[in-house]
């Protein structure tokens, strides 16, 4: 049972596995005592230098049976296949292969994490107060119409399969080339509700400002963005911290530099309000913490979208 508490999972598709994944990896296994997956396919599997380390799984998608509903969504994929080479829908098809791992393997309380995101919770500890907490699946939202699973708790398999059902059923009734996961998952949770799919807390108890973006969105409910921080005691990334601490993607900048200290225009706190400092845990293993008028509080992981992980490492 133990080991099923602390099981993280990372998976890529794709031909290449970026190298900045294995630091990803190395930081997850810092703070965990669980096993660890890694999905991918043969041959990114086969060119990729996977960190030494007994507890480390490895996974090839062709070993995972193609189930049905996988089938289906390969059959109606609308995703735009051009970004990227298939970006959207590699993103969303990882869901699928998620659901058919730990199906297989009885796996529940599960992380998985996405390949450019550093862990600074301790998941052993963690991981027992989202199974408390979340009857299904848990991922941060930045707004209300986008969840970013930058890290996603599932509690059981059969939650994984509803969302994978819902994607199937959303795509058959209005094929839309500009979709995504992320606007995918925050539409299963209005229909599905959150038994199925709920929020982790990106905002802590401290922050009493506004709640809008850049783009002139505000929010119906302004409990979705620090729902249980209070029990956890530690808020998520899902990407406006590792974006304003590190820069975004560079690649989505193709004709100008992107701003070093980057206002992510979709989120619905600003991330310039607070200072962000690093201390040390119980293990004295190095983490961050978002602070704002004499009050801290640590934060669970961060998105480095600028993919220079190792700036970031404990």
């Known amino acids: 049972m133990q080991d099923k508490l602390s099981s993280i999972v990372f998976i890529h598709l794709g031909p290449v596995i970026p190298a900045y994944t294995a630091r990803a990896i ?47 969504f390969r059959d109606i994929n609308p995703l735009n296949n051009t970004f990227r080479d298939g970006f959207w829908t590699y993103t969303t098809e990882r869901l699928f292969y998620l ?41 941060p939202f930045d707004n209300d119409d986008r969840c970013i ?61 506004p709640l809008g973006n850049q783009i002139g969105d505000g929010t119906k409910e302004p409990s979705l963005f620090s729902r249980h921080v209070l029990r956890l005691g530690l808020v998520f990334d899902a990407a406006a911290i590792g974006q304003y601490l590190g820069g975004p993607d560079p690649r989505n900048f193709e004709h100008s530099r992107p701003e070093l200290s980057f ?18 845990d119980a293990q004295r293993r190095r983490v961050p913490y978002m602070a704002m008028k004499g009050e801290q509080m640590p934060i669970a992981n961060l998105h480095i979208h600028c993919k220079d992980l190792a700036r970031f490492s404990s």
């Open 26 to 72: 190395s930081q997850a296994a810092r703070f965990s005592t669980g096993p660890l997956y890694l999905v991918a396919e043969q041959e990114a599997l086969a060119a990729f230098t996977l960190p030494e380390m007994a507890r480390m799984t490895v996974v090839a998608c062709e070993d995972l049976s193609i189930s049905p509903l996988h089938q289906a």
């Open 263 to 280: 206002i992510n225009e979709s989120c619905l706190f600003d991330s310039s309000l607070f200072t962000y400092l690093w201390g040390f």
């Open 99 to 139: 659901a058919t791992l730990v199906e297989r393997l009885g796996l529940e309380n599960v992380i998985h994490v996405e390949n450019d995101v550093m862990l600074y919770a301790d998941v052993d500890l963690l991981v027992p107060k989202l199974a408390g907490l979340y009857s299904g699946l848990a991922a």
């Open 149 to 209: 699973p930058s890290v996603l708790f599932a509690r059981r398999p059969q939650a994984l399969g509803a969302i994978c059902q819902f994607i199937v059923e959303r795509l058959g009734e209005r094929p839309n080339h500009h979709l995504n996961d992320m606007i995918l998952l925050a539409e299963a949770r209005r229909r599905l509700g959150p038994d199925i799919l709920d929020g982790l807390p990106i905002l802590p108890p401290f922050y009493t400002g």
